[in-house]
Structures are given as C-alpha cells and as structure tokens.
C-alpha cells in the first residue's frame, strides 16, 4: 500500500497521518446522529469484540469454577498466570513478529523512522528496549495483571461485591460492558495524570516512558505501582453492581488492549488494499510529547476539557507550543518572586 495518499513523511523519515484525531462523536453539540451510528462499528470491530472473545474465553475455559476460586491456594492463580503469559506472548508476539521481526510491511506507516532494535540504550535492561520492555512485562506486569484477576474472582466466589446475573439483568450488564472502555478511559486518564506528578514521574513512570520509541513489547513495560494501578481498573466492577464476564472484558481491554497504544504503526495491512486501523497515533503522541494526550483517543475527552489533547494537526502543535511557553513563564514568574 502506498501510504503517501494517508500521511505525510518528513525529512528524517517519520511518518504521520494527516487530518485531525476526533473524540467520540456524540460529545458533539448540536448531536450528530449520523456520525454516531457511523462511529459505532469501529467501536466494537475488532479490538473490543476481540476483548470481549477473550474475556468469554476465559470465563468459559480457562477460570476454575466458584468452589474452587472460593479457597485462595497457589495451584489456581498460578494457573491463570501461566495462561496469561502464553495468551501474552501469543497476542503481543504476533505484532512484534509479524512488525518487527519479519518487517512485512518494512516502514509504510510507521511513524518513527527507527525500528527499536536499531537504537541500543543505556536506560533498558541489557541495552535493548525490547529485552528490558519483554522482561518487565512477563516479571512485573502480568503477574499483577493475574493479582487483579485473582482478586476480582476471589470476591466474586466469596459473594463479596454487587454481582448480578445476567438472567436477571441482560440489559444494563449490556450498557455496562458497552460502557466498560469508558470506565477505562476515565480510569487511565486519572492514575496517568497522577504519575505525571514529577515525584511519582521519577520514581513509577519514567520506566514507561524510557520507550520514546515504542514498540508492542512496551505495551505493559511498568513499574510494579503502574503495573497494578493500570490493571486495577477491573476492581472498580468490585464497587458497581456487575458480573464477572464484564470485570473480565475491563481486565482484557487493559492488558491486552495496551498495544493499541504502542504499535508504533497506524495502520496494519491486511493485504493489498486491505487494513486495519491501530488507534496508536494519539498515545503516540504522548510517548513523543510527555504533556499531552493523558487519557486514550478520546472516547471521554478528558485531555480535550483540560486542555491537554493533541489531535495530531499542525494546530494542535500550536497549542502544544503556546501551553509550553505558558507554563514555562509561570515557572519564572515564581522563580522571580
Ligand atoms: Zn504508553
Ligand atoms: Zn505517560
């Protein structure tokens, strides 16, 4: 594919998608009923169906049944972390396989000109982004992603927590997994902005963002305190009336929805003229910039209202610019004072 007809390169070789980023269209005042039904089904095809295939998968096949989840052992949580590593392995290799390792679609779409391999670094484990990045996925973050799993379960089996059936409730536990990657969106926005805190910055977030570049094995490269806060979110379903399966597709968005985010490509071939957008341009962005785009692609436009969303245009750069240099005076304003 040709992707000069999408995006624009620069003299360096980075590659970005020309036009504007848009948050969810039914914030849009007066409604735009038509953009909303238009919108609907990138919403749930493919990664949140995918999400919640997953989600079903497990419930079915993979998580004990309640008598055993009921009595905290090591045999049944050290069996959905080893599931959860080969389910690892599998979703996030595919990418850096099929990306990274083959290379088969060599830069069309990629935005940084880089492939993380090419640039060794003092700041990751061995020197490598993707060794460092793997190795604090598969040690740090998925064992808490399974703590999260384990402790949602345990309750459940427990009867601690509001859980409803979905014989007796198909309607809002409907609107509440439709709902879910907003409780993530908010969620994420939340626990990020207060890791960019520059105390909790230096200590627990700084580890993430050592991938300037990143690539699908960032995606949960963590802090143990981030690496739990992130996956956390599947707690929030411990406190709202719901049912496992949705607290187990909140779990799935989070974990294995992070790629999303760091693909480092826009789009994803298919074939010839087929493709798959990867929602990463906007948390890309944040990876570049550190000060804008906090939450996700805008699905709660949290960092539009606080005035942090970068849509990717030349204006949001502007923007970018003039918050800087504001917040570059007040800094020496209040040295001077
Ligand atoms: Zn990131
Ligand atoms: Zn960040």
């Known amino acids: 594919m040709d992707d000069s007809h999408f995006g624009v390169r620069n003299k360096r070789g980075d590659w970005a998608p020309t036009g504007r980023r848009e948050v969810a269209p039914f914030w849009a005042w007066p409604p735009q009923l038509g953009k909303v039904l238009a919108w609907l089904p990138g919403y749930v095809w493919p990664w949140n169906a995918f999400h ?42 595919a990418f850096e396989w099929r990306l990274y390792r083959q ?28 060794i460092d990045n793997f190795l604090r996925s598969f040690l740090i973050s998925i064992p808490l992603w ?22 007796e409730h198909p309607v809002y536990l409907t609107l509440l997994l439709l709902l879910s990657p907003a409780i993530h969106e908010v969620h994420f926005y939340a626990i990020h902005r207060l890791i960019h805190t520059p105390q909790l910055y230096k200590w627990i977030h700084s580890i993430h963002h050592n991938s300037v570049n990143p690539s699908p094995w960032s995606s949960l490269s963590m802090h143990p305190v981030e690496g739990f806060l992130y996956h956390a979110v599947a707690l929030w379903h411990l406190v709202i009336p719901s049912n496992p399966i949705v607290a187990m597709f909140q779990l799935h968005a989070a974990g294995f929805g992070a790629i999303n985010g760091h693909i480092g490509f826009d789009r994803i071939e298919l074939g010839d003229e087929r493709w798959m957008h990867s929602h990463a341009y906007t948390h890309y962005l944040h990876h570049k910039y550190f000060e804008v785009n906090f939450g996700g692609d805008g699905l709660v436009p ?5 005035g ?30």
Not at 79 to 89: E, F, K
Not at 111 to 130: A, G, L, M
Not at 151 to 157: E, G, M, S, V
Request: charged share 15%; with cysteine.
């Open 146 to 167: 399974t703590l999260v799993q384990v402790i949602f379960l345990w309750c459940w089996a427990n009867g601690i927590g509001a859980w409803l059936t979905w014989d």
């Open 52 to 93: 919640l295939a997953t989600a079903l998968l497990w419930w079915f096949f993979v998580v004990p049944d309640a008598a055993t989840l009921k009595v905290l052992s090591w045999g049944w949580p050290a069996w959905l972390l080893a599931v959860n590593w080969v389910a690892c392995l599998a979703w996030y290799g």
């Open 302 to 306: 949290l960092d539009l209202w606080l």
């Open 308 to 337: 942090t969303w970068h849509d990717g245009s030349k204006d949001g750069e502007r923007q970018m610019q003039a918050r800087y240099e504001r917040k570059l005076a007040r800094m020496n304003a209040g040295k001077a004072g």
């Open 103 to 130: 290379r088969a679609q060599a830069g069309r779409f990629k935005y940084h000109h880089k492939f993380p391999s090419e640039s060794p670094s003092d700041v990751f484990w061995f020197k490598s982004q993707n």
